[in-house]
């Protein structure tokens, strides 16, 4: 089944953040769970959010772990707290596209998108340490509120995609 719209190119400043940074094996489940917590974390300091809890997806490593950071986009960049941690999502030009399913079907639509990318000949921002792919900005923002909606049917999620800065070239 496809959960992707057609994917576009869409341009993205840099965005301050906090977040908590995390180890998952396929699902994204545990993400609501520290989403939660880092709103809790702004809230306490009188902060608000400037926009939706995202996962930024770093790496696979070979035991099939993802390193991922949870976050919430912030108006200002703010001092790191035991596990919080604070940065910048990049600016640029991203991939953009929409998943709209089931929470469990996001890796279905991310690997499309990847596909996209191939197919019109752009490439992914992203590098090498020893065998690690590094994504420089690999994105899931969460449209649909994972601790609002309790189900696993249609949730939506932004993917975005750092695109290599000559990629227009």
């Keep these: ?36 917590e880092v709103l809790s974390w702004l809230s306490a300091r009188n902060e608000s959010p400037v926009g939706l809890p995202f996962i930024r997806f770093w790496c696979l490593d070979d035991n099939g772990q993802r390193l991922i950071e949870v976050g ?46 191939e197919r019109d000949g752009l490439s992914a921002a992203l590098r090498y340490e020893a065998e690690t792919k590094i994504w420089d900005g690999h994105m899931a923002f969460f449209i649909t509120d994972p601790l609002e909606k309790k189900t696993q049917d249609a949730w939506v999620i932004e993917l975005f995609i750092l695109l290599l800065a000559d990629h227009a070239a």
């Design 1 to 36: 089944m496809h959960y992707i719209n057609e994917p576009t190119i869409e341009a993205r400043g840099e965005q301050p953040y906090v977040g908590i940074t995390a180890r998952i094996s396929g699902h994204i489940g545990e993400a609501p769970e520290l989403a939660a």
């Design 72 to 117: 919430v986009p912030t108006k200002k960049l703010m001092a790191e707290d035991h596990r919080i941690i604070s940065g910048y999502l990049p600016g640029g030009d991203f991939a953009h596209a929409i998943h709209n399913g089931p929470p469990e079907q996001y890796w279905s639509s991310a690997d499309a998108l990847v596909g996209w990318l």
